[in-house]
């Protein structure tokens, strides 16, 4: 007797790109696509939420620190606080900040800054999410910010 087959319900679901500039965005998006990842997009942090509440959640969400309406900091708490979200791994970057910082007292899984090689940033996704889409360690802020 064969095992059933993986449905939908077992896929992981897309790595979200969250970036106000549009030009950022579609080049991240075409290059994970172009490595075989699921993709999906936000333009803000507002917009970021309401997908990372979506079935199934991303698998893991690169997310620009600085934006309209809610930036990623405000994201970073906002998922925090629900039980729902903790669980998905944040990847922060920034042309305008210092991102290290910022992540290690986020509690995220990892940062990049702007300007960015694309080859560093796919080297990144494949180490947190693998290509069976397991995230690694789950760090915690180790501060308020």
């Not at 900091?73 to 998905?88: H, N, S």
């Not at 300007?115 to 308020?144: H, S, T």
Request: glycine share 8%; charged share 30%; with cysteine.
């Amino acid at each position: 007797m064969r095992d059933a087959e993986p449905g939908p319900a077992s896929a992981p679901g897309p790595i979200l790109v969250v970036d106000d500039n549009e030009d950022v965005r579609d080049m991240l998006a075409q290059a994970l696509a172009m490595e075989g990842y699921q993709v999906d997009t936000a333009r803000d942090g507002a917009d970021a939420l309401s997908r990372m509440r979506r079935e199934p959640p991303p698998r893991l969400v690169l997310l620009d620190l600085y934006m309209p309406k809610l930036d990623g900091f405000g994201v970073r708490k906002e998922q925090l606080k629900d039980p729902r979200l903790t669980a998905i791994p944040v990847v922060v970057y920034s042309g305008h900040h210092d991102v290290r910082q910022a992540a290690r007292v986020m509690g995220v899984d990892g940062y990049f800054q702007k300007p960015f090689d694309v080859d560093e940033i796919l080297a990144l996704v494949n180490e947190r999410c693998g290509r069976e889409g397991e995230p690694r360690r789950r760090p915690r802020p180790v501060r308020d910010w």
